[in-house]
């Protein structure tokens, strides 16, 4: 197994980090939108800490209920046995007179002594005698009034925290679905602003990763996180505030002091905890966008992968990979995984010392349970903001590699008052361009002269990495020169309408580019209002028609990815038919044929010659025998155009032309 270092992270050169306010604060921008959802869900999450009120107003009556019933009964008992040892009679009382009489034994004197019902009580016990309801009985005795409060009031106190509940997640959920939906959206359309030389240099694999996977983490701060914010807090300020209450109107303030020392040790943990889960969270998604990245190259590359039998090779690469990423993915759970535990066992001590200190001090059990109910209510919520805790620092790890992407701008500039531009008239001259790569020590290009009038034809010929695609990428626009400059009519191509500029210059490349789609949806690229039969007409100008239909399938038949289940003839013909029928005034060509065999490269040049008529075009050639009837030959060097004419002048001149003739055996 390899070691880690040998698969090691490599950061991208756009890659830079986020504080806290900066990444949370640019999330408005995408939950903005649904902030009416945003509000509801966070105004539910702050309703349900209110139902917890009713819950701890009940707990003392029902414990001092309790307590009462349990003295009074033994006080009662002692009396009657006095009473009868001394052969004393009760005395009788009138039925008729029972509501005048003041309580007389301990059960009554107990009752009417500790029944501290809730301030909302009075209300349902008046409610209660119009309906001919008795709460309490001709004693005092609150058996109906608990018996109420547990079994009416409380279920639906439960079933209002339930809707409440239900409404606080289902929207910011749907708000934080969304929001992923539209980062998601942007994402892609920034990424395809930027320029070729971006692409250049970022893996495409880890990009993807960035794109599909790491956006999700959105949702998790507007569903998850924003959910426990906007109720645990609210839970736990209704429970303090309980607490605070009963203790001043109860002279409880010693206790109340030793709760409100210890209270904050629980948040101990998670300060100690969270930078090693921020860290952590952090290489878990960058080891996960190189898992992606080594998926997409192995099926990127599976043709060279099987021609040289290296799939056991490839699945172990992958296995050190997967192993390097389960690596981090382990250590993040497992810190993780410490917070909650944590929390739990400080708690559980905390309470415990509580518990010794109320008996210690002798304080009853209806005093202490109604403070400790808020307590271990509001457990789960502070339970929740620990783990809050790793969502906010994985989320922050996801956030600073969205952002990274989004800050960075290699895209081609675009004036405001852009020049709109829709023909082709006069022709493009290049006029003293340069232009060198962000990661090169030279110029792709040096001083490049030379005009290309509309109608004719210029070829550039040259070794590999003389220059020559570099040439025709200014030419579209897919960079800009850092000297010089590329005219179009007269016209700076830096000031024209990039979209214009897009639909007068068309290219057919040496690999042709399919989409995993149909053959005429291919053919149709790029001109979607195009009808069947002007695809089939482009099909036919490209020699493309007769193997279409010769499939059951017809024009209805899926490429493949890449259009795999093409030959590569078949892939270019498929090219020139979307190029002819998109009818681009000026015309690219990146030597189409030079991957073909004889026959194919025959048709391929017919398809070719039918594309080209009446077009201006800018040739790549390799195959010289393709160039000779050109108007210009431009023969480039190291970057650099070193001669310049017709075929018949360059050939005479005896110079680097005629050797690359010589050594295809042209003439």
């Not at 497992?334 to 509580?354: H, N, Q, Y």
């Not at 109320?358 to 929740?384: E, G, H, R, W």
Request: hydrophobic share 45%; charged share 20%.
């Amino acid at each position: 197994m390899a070691k880690d270092h040998k698969i090691a992270y490599q950061k991208e050169f756009f890659d830079r980090d986020y504080t806290v306010r900066e990444a949370y604060g640019r999330i408005w921008k995408y939950a903005r939108r649904y902030r009416f959802r945003l509000f509801v869900g966070v105004l539910c999450g702050m309703l349900t800490a209110g139902t917890l009120v009713p819950f701890f107003q009940i707990v003392q009556p029902t414990l001092q209920h309790v307590e009462g019933h349990d003295s009074a009964v033994s006080a009662a008992a002692a009396e009657t046995c006095g009473q009868e040892s001394a052969g004393i009679a009760k005395p009788a009382v009138d039925s008729t007179d029972v509501k005048s009489v003041k309580p007389k034994n301990a059960f009554e004197k107990q009752i009417a002594k500790n029944s501290k019902l809730p301030s909302w009580y009075p209300k349902v016990e008046k409610f209660a005698s119009r309906l001919g309801i008795k709460l309490q009985d001709e004693k005092g005795g609150m058996g109906g009034a608990l018996l109420l409060i547990v079994c009416v009031v409380v279920p639906l106190v439960a079933l209002a925290r339930l809707a409440l509940q239900y409404l606080n997640h289902y929207c910011l959920s749907w708000a934080g679905a969304h929001a992923v939906a539209d980062i998601r959206q942007e994402l892609l359309e920034h990424v395809q602003k930027q320029g070729l030389q971006f692409f250049g240099r970022v893996d495409v694999g880890k990009l993807m990763t960035r794109i599909s996977s790491d956006p999700q983490q959105i949702q998790t701060i507007l569903s998850v996180i924003l959910s426990e914010i906007a109720m645990a807090p609210f839970e736990i300020l209704v429970a303090i505030g309980f607490i605070v209450w009963f203790a001043i109107a109860n002279n409880m303030l010693p206790t109340l002091m030793l709760i409100l020392i210890g209270f904050p040790i629980f948040v101990l943990p998670v300060q100690m905890i969270g930078k090693k889960v921020k860290k952590w969270a952090r290489r878990t998604m960058e080891r996960n966008s190189m898992i992606g990245a080594k998926i997409h190259e192995i099926l990127t590359c599976i043709k060279v992968v099987k021609s040289y039998n290296t799939e056991a090779f490839e699945n172990r690469r992958y296995s050190e990979t997967n192993r390097y990423l389960l690596k981090s993915t382990m250590r993040a759970l497992r810190i993780g995984l410490m917070v909650g535990p944590t929390v739990e066992t400080v708690g559980i001590i905390l309470i415990c010392f509580f518990l010794v200190w109320c008996f210690a001090t002798d304080v009853k059990i209806s005093d202490v349970v109604p403070m400790l109910a808020p307590l271990l209510i509001i457990y789960k919520p502070v339970k929740q903001l620990s783990k809050l805790q790793v969502q906010v620092e994985t989320s922050m790890a996801a956030l600073s590699r969205i952002y990274s992407v989004l800050d960075l701008h290699m895209e081609l500039p675009e004036r405001k008052d852009a020049v709109r531009k829709d023909s082709f008239r006069d022709g493009i001259v290049f006029d003293d361009v340069s232009f060198r790569y962000d990661t090169a020590d030279s110029d792709a290009v040096k001083n490049a002269t030379f005009s290309l009038p509309c109608g004719k034809m210029v070829a550039v010929v040259g070794g590999t990495g003389s220059g020559k695609s570099t040439m025709a990428g200014l030419l579209a626009r897919f960079f800009d020169p850092q000297k010089g400059r590329i005219t179009i009519d007269g016209i700076d191509i830096k000031d024209v309408n990039i979209s214009d500029l897009r639909m007068l210059v068309g290219a057919v490349t040496q690999e042709a580019i399919l989409f995993n789609d149909t053959i005429e949806e291919n053919i149709r690229y790029g001109t979607p209002a195009a009808t069947h039969e002007q695809v089939v007409a482009a099909a036919k100008l490209a020699n493309a028609h007769d193997f279409i239909v010769s499939q059951p399938e017809g024009y209805s038949r899926i490429v493949g990815e890449k259009g795999f289940a093409l030959s590569g003839g078949e892939r270019q013909r498929i090219a020139i038919a979307r190029a002819i029928l998109r009818n681009p005034p000026i015309l690219i060509l990146d030597e189409a044929t030079s991957a073909l065999d004889t026959v194919t490269e025959r048709l391929v040049q017919d398809a070719l010659t039918n594309l080209m008529k009446d077009r201006t075009v800018f040739a790549i050639a390799h195959r010289l025998s393709t160039v000779r009837h050109a108007d210009l030959i431009l023969v480039m060097e190291h970057g650099e155009i070193v001669e310049r004419g017709t075929h018949d002048e360059l050939y005479a001149v005896n110079g680097v032309y005629r050797r690359l003739c010589d050594m295809q055996h042209q003439k």
